[in-house]
């Protein structure tokens, strides 16, 4: 090893103090940093390896998250594509019985046959949908996987959050929550104008029914 040898470390140099020795400032070229040929040799090694340590293993980190991530998606994405579908059928005790236990315990099937028509009946039929964002949960309650769209719907769109859980090895849907202006004019009571936390038969304030449509119908009786 040669006197001039020189050490210059670019990028993982912040645990190796006084490795760069050479001042921003100086507008004088200064001689590199030279080494004792084994402390050098040494520590150059430590550092390289060390560098491409760190790099294989957060890359393939990195891999391997993906390569899971991508592996959930393509096990839920269908489940959701389809309750997106079914919604447009109408039929929602057939809808409801897909879901999964923990939303069921939730919500009734007449209490979320409510919630969905109020949906359908707002955003018109379901259209396509835009692969927002995945996340995945491993717990002591179980296996999760969240996953965010930006749905496509005949009046419009909507970002929907679904909310995920393996039951007996099978994906069921146990939450489904939409935000967007549609969802806020469909939150605001036709009668006070105030806007409910979450979509009922009748407003949170005034008590009065949400769907315009059941008002009439109770008015004509
Ligand atoms: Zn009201």
Known sequence: MGK?????????TDNFAGANTMSQENTVPQPPPVYEASKGRS?????????LGIGVIGIAGIALIIVYLMNAKSDVDPV???YLHTLDKGNYAE???????????????????????????????????????????????GKFTYM????????????????????????????????????????????CGKLNSSYGRYCQFCGQPMNPDEGKAAAAK
């Open 4 to 12: 001039h040898e020189a050490v210059w470390y670019y990028g993982c």
């Open 43 to 51: 520590a150059v090694r430590y550092v390289v390896f060390g560098c």
């Open 80 to 82: 959701v594509e389809h």
């Open 95 to 141: 809808t409801y019985a897909t879901l999964g236990t923990q939303f069921k315990n939730s919500l009734s099937a007449s209490d979320y046959a409510v919630f969905a028509s109020a949906i359908h009946r707002q955003l018109g039929n379901y259209q396509s949908k835009s692969f927002r964002s995945i996340n995945t949960q491993t717990n002591t309650q």
């Open 148 to 191: 965010t769209y930006l749905t496509h719907f005949a009046n419009g769109d909507v970002q929907a959050y679904f909310t995920l859980q393996q039951e007996n090895g099978e994906w069921k849907i146990e939450g489904v929550h939409y935000t967007g202006d549609l969802i806020q004019k469909m939150l605001t009571c036709p009668h």
